[in-house]
């Protein structure tokens, strides 16, 4: 059974940072695709990042590359997302994602943990 479960929320000032992480359980962590989602109120849930398997390969929204870096340690089973710059738009709940099922970039991936809420201030 997987089990995706993510941590790093909270309440934020605009300009500061958080490392969001989420840790999985239930399959070979390292050879899956892992992906980064969000949702505002009242919005779709739109792509953030993804990472290969291996961590080689790394893939952005355009609009957040720059202040977002996804990345993973297989070794311990976990993908982080670093914010930095945070903006009161980039409020939302932040879920992580693993294996997509089709294009990495599409939210129909096959497992979800179950959201951690980012809240930036302005």
């Known amino acids: 059974q997987v089990q995706l479960v993510e941590s790093g929320g909270g309440l934020v000032q605009a300009g500061d940072s958080l490392r969001l992480s989420c840790t999985a359980s239930?399959?070979?962590?390292?050879?899956?695709?892992m992906g980064w989602f969000r949702q505002a109120p009242g919005k779709e849930r739109e792509f953030v990042a993804a990472?290969?398997?291996?961590?080689?390969?790394?893939y952005y929204t355009n609009s957040l590359k720059g202040r977002f870096t996804i990345s993973r340690d297989n070794a311990k089973n976990t993908v982080y997302l670093q914010m930095n710059s945070l903006k009161p738009e980039d409020t939302a709940v932040y879920y992580c994602?693993?294996?997509?099922?089709?294009?990495?970039?599409?939210?129909?991936?096959?497992?979800w943990g179950q959201g951690t809420q980012v809240t930036v201030s302005s």
């Open positions: 994602a693993q294996d997509p099922s089709g294009s990495y970039y599409s939210p129909a991936y096959r497992y």
């Open positions: 239930g399959r070979t962590f390292s050879s899956y695709v």
């Open positions: 990472i290969s398997g291996s961590g080689t390969n790394n």
